[in-house]
């Protein structure tokens, strides 16, 4: 008679181990391959750079003002998480200082050959103007804070212009305050709805107007010499 029983296999060590022979043993249900903490979706050193995160900013600045950027509309814009732009730029306003530099980078200082001390430093203004226009709310901003190196550049460039025209550095400094209270001030009266936004046509004339009063005063200082 058959034992009813199922047969059992030695194991290598001689041992049996109950397993019906040519079955193979069950997978355990649910259970997948481990993922390597490196490959992990959520890395940010794997999916942006400084420059991407930049280059974000500036579309969404260009489209929708300053106001309206935030690390989150960054994150969406880049189809990222915002902790994923948190591993690079810490908070907005370390964004809108890396947007500030990359705008002000673009506006190249006139070489010293491209014209007199004054069209050099018309061109400058007026670029500036211009570069931070396209981004609404960024030239509030370059007021708000002080100068990212890229502007700096800016303002010792323009110093350099006024040295040229005739002004000692000290005098160049505060001729250089006055045209920049000036010129950039008139976006403050604009915001208080205290005069009609400027047309460029009403930046020259303010320009030329504090230009003929620098050169006035240089020559009255030369004649009392």
């Not at 901003?141 to 005739?166: K, M, S, V, W």
Request: charged share 25%; with cysteine.
């Amino acid at each position: 008679m058959a034992s009813s029983t199922a047969r059992r296999t030695p194991s290598p060590t001689g041992q049996s181990t109950g397993r019906s022979p040519g079955k193979a043993a069950a997978k355990s249900p649910g259970r997948s391959p481990a993922r390597s903490p490196d490959k992990s979706p959520d890395k940010p050193a794997e999916r942006l750079t400084v420059e991407q995160i930049v280059a974000a900013a500036l579309r969404l600045t260009k489209q929708h003002g300053l106001a309206n950027l935030s690390m989150r509309s960054l994150a969406d814009e880049l189809g990222v998480t915002p902790m994923a732009t948190y591993y690079y730029v810490h908070n907005k306003t370390e964004l809108v200082d890396l947007v500030l530099e990359a705008v002000m980078s673009d506006v190249k200082v006139p070489d010293p050959s491209s014209g007199t001390w004054s069209e050099r430093m018309w061109k400058l203004n007026r670029d500036t103007r211009k570069a931070t226009a396209a981004h609404p709310g960024l030239a509030e901003a370059l007021l708000d804070r002080p100068p990212t190196p890229a502007a700096q550049g800016h303002i010792q460039a323009t110093i350099d212009c006024l040295i040229e025209a005739g002004f000692s550095p000290a005098e160049a400094q505060l001729a250089y305050t006055t045209f920049e209270s000036c010129m950039f001030g008139r976006m403050a009266v604009e915001r208080a709805h205290r005069a009609p936004v400027s047309t460029d046509k009403a930046y020259r004339w303010a320009f030329d107007t504090l230009i003929a009063g620098f050169e006035a005063r240089i020559a009255a200082s030369r004649a009392a010499e």
